[in-house]
């Protein structure tokens, strides 16, 4: 690929999080309902990490997006309405990946 075609390629945005389950919320049922449910606009092209660690309850995970995407909006709002499922979500990481 030349520097060009390079500096033509649109940057992608790679965030860690952690989601906590409300009680009784099986943890690994819920990341494939996540994976499933939470999409972004086209052309951002959200990509949840395929797996996750279940650790003390909480999922571990990332997923990258487009970097021009408001992920705010585009994830994190989402996961704010599945309060019958998400007690709580925390970003650990984000970066624009090169």
């Known amino acids: 690929m030349s520097d060009s075609e390079e500096a033509d390629k ?6 860690v999080i952690i989601i906590t389950p409300k009680a009784g919320v099986d943890a690994l049922t819920l990341y494939d309902k996540i994976k499933s ?9 959200l ?6 660690e279940v650790k003390d309850g ?3 995970t990332s997923f990258t ?4 995407a408001d992920f705010h909006d585009e994830v994190m709002y989402v996961l704010d309405t599945m309060e019958d499922e998400v007690a709580k979500t925390h970003i650990t990481f984000q970066s624009v990946m090169e």
């Open 10 to 15: 649109p940057q992608r945005r790679m965030v």
């Open 37 to 45: 449910e939470v999409k972004s606009e086209e052309e951002y092209a």
């Open 47 to 52: 990509e949840w990490q395929e797996t996750c």
């Open 58 to 60: 909480q999922i571990y």
């Open 65 to 68: 997006i487009g970097e021009l």
